[in-house]
């Protein structure tokens, strides 16, 4: 058997897991080939050296808190991303929505009531254009009168 054959059986040879008739190869590779046996005898003394370690007891719920710590790992990676994707998607939106909504509101604000279709459904019933204005422009019922008015009332008050 090859050098590398030798090594790649180490373990199962130490353990004494293989069949008898390539222990008996292993065994006569060893004996011929120095390189092998102080590579068989270093790995031995690790092994051996590893075994005379204490075993650690087995604790009995050890696999049930290593699962609820996965699970809340979990949990706590599932509650970020939803986090991330409020203040990466939903905040935006909400500001974008907010911002078109006070914009519609700021036209229909600005540009007041639409006389035009009341005026022209008062040119109907009334014959008088100032007042149906007046009636809708003005607040408290507030009455148009016209400049000519006022000037003829100041000027009889002042020939008085």
Sequence with gaps: MKCNQIHKKL??????????????KIDEHL????????IYTKFAQTMDHLNDKEKIPEQPFYYTRLKQRMENQKA???SVSGIVW???????????????????????IGSGTNYDTKIAE?????DDYIEA???YQYLN???I?????????EDDEKNK
């Excluded at 373990?11 to 008996?24: I, T």
């Excluded at 409020?86 to 229909?108: C, D, E, F, N």
């Excluded at 009168?145 to 009332?153: D, F, G, K, P």
């Design 141 to 143: 019922d507030f009455q």
């Design 145 to 153: 009168e016209s400049i000519e008015n006022v000037l003829i009332t």
């Design 122 to 126: 008062n040119e109907l019933v009334s």
């Design 11 to 24: 373990y199962q040879y130490h353990e004494g897991n293989l069949s008898v008739h390539l222990k008996v």
């Design 76 to 78: 706590k990676q599932e």
């Design 31 to 38: 004996n011929n080939c120095p390189e092998c046996s102080s």
């Design 133 to 135: 204005f007046a009636e």
């Design 86 to 108: 409020a203040k990466k998607i939903l905040q935006p939106a909400i500001y974008m929505v907010s911002l078109v909504l006070a914009v519609y509101i700021g036209i229909l």
